[in-house]
């Protein structure tokens, strides 16, 4: 089956600075893979989902690149606020399920 | 967005209880509910996928009598721990999908069997 790897664990940066999570997949017959935001204890979010027949997206300060090529995918974060700080899930799905990566930890230091 | 609800937030339950978790989508219609679960500063694991009128789809290695899943209409999604241990303990996820594939998640319950 698929399976998600997510790196880094952790992240720290300064405010304003970029961040950026790095996910690869194993299925190449996956063709959907959107990013979360979860803050502790609360709901993961949606913040960002891109189709294997586009290769960026971007949503003001959010974008996200896949590489179907090499099965990677990566979210970008610019100008990064505190309120970003969270940890972020990125996730692969062919069918209506989604396979997770094990998150990252971000924190932005102000 | 489309809100998915979940209750209760939180429960504590004495070993061998039984503990029933509620996702509802309160604005759409969703033909599908997922439940996952999650330990602390980990990933969302995958539990089970459940089709309204249909049987659950279990993942490998959950036990179906263990974690019941009853998917009895549109909007209503229940998961069942049954005999729960302290081992249960965990933060249970609902997501819910409308006909798209975009999950909307539930707030989370977060289970503690003592």
């Known amino acids: 089956g698929e399976n998600v790897e997510q790196h880094p664990s952790t992240l720290s940066v300064q405010e304003g600075d970029s961040a950026v999570i790095k996910c690869t997949y194993s299925?190449?017959?996956?063709?959907?893979f959107p990013w979360y935001k979860q803050e502790l204890g609360k709901r993961p979010q949606l913040i960002i989902d891109?189709?294997?027949?586009?290769g960026e997206k971007k949503d003001q300060r959010i974008a996200v690149t896949l590489n179907k090529t090499a099965k990677h995918f990566s979210l970008h974060i610019t100008e990064t606020q505190p309120e970003d700080s969270a940890v972020y899930f990125c996730a692969a799905s062919k069918t209506d399920k989604l396979i997770f990566g094990t998150g990252t930890r971000l924190q932005v230091f102000p | 967005g489309a809100v998915v609800s979940q209750h209760p937030s939180r429960v504590i339950c004495k070993s061998g209880t039984s503990v029933k978790i509620e996702c509802r989508s309160l604005?759409?219609?969703?033909?599908?509910m997922f439940w996952y679960r999650q330990f602390p500063k980990q990933s969302l694991m995958l539990m089970a996928t459940?089709?309204?009128?249909?049987?659950?789809?279990?993942e490998q290695g959950v036990e179906k009598d263990k974690f019941l899943i009853n998917h009895a209409s549109l909007t209503l999604s229940t998961l069942t721990v049954t005999s729960a241990h302290p081992e249960d303990s965990s933060f249970y996820i609902c997501?819910?999908?409308?006909?798209?594939?975009?999950?909307?998640f539930g707030a989370g319950t977060r289970l503690s069997v003592l």
């Open positions: 459940s089709n309204e009128g249909s049987k659950a789809t279990y």
């Open positions: 299925d190449s017959a996956s063709n959907y």
């Open positions: 891109i189709r294997s027949n586009v």
């Open positions: 604005d759409f219609q969703a033909t599908t």
């Open positions: 997501s819910a999908r409308e006909t798209g594939t975009i999950q909307y």
